[in-house]
């Protein structure tokens, strides 16, 4: 498996599970097929602009750091900018 859910990760997540588990009714299918270890790519649709926050929390829960490739003006607001900076998340210039 790679390398476990750490840092600002872990302290995102542990303050997130108690929202999310209360607001959220998860159904989440698949996993089984998920490697055990080495790197992958997971290549979602998502419908609302809070699927890849649901994503990237499934997947930390099960020890699974994840990297999103997101606009990169949204690296520019102020709170989710700070957020995505410190989960490494990479930005894309869609004008490039």
């Known amino acids: 498996m790679s390398k476990p859910v750490d840092g600002f990760y872990a302290r995102l997540r542990a303050f997130l599970r108690p929202i999310l588990n209360t607001w959220v009714k998860w159904d989440v299918r698949g996993q089984e097929n998920l490697p055990r270890e080495g790197g992958y790519i997971v290549a979602p649709n998502h419908v609302s602009n809070i699927d890849p926050l649901l994503l990237s929390f499934t997947m930390a829960q099960n020890?699974?750091?994840i990297r999103f490739m997101a606009k990169k003006s949204l690296f520019h607001a102020p709170v989710i900018g700070y957020v995505?900076?410190?989960?490494?998340?990479?930005?894309?210039?869609?004008?490039?």
Do not use: K, Q, T
């Open 63 to 65: 020890e699974v750091p």
């Open 84 to 96: 995505m900076r410190n989960l490494y998340m990479v930005p894309v210039d869609r004008s490039a």
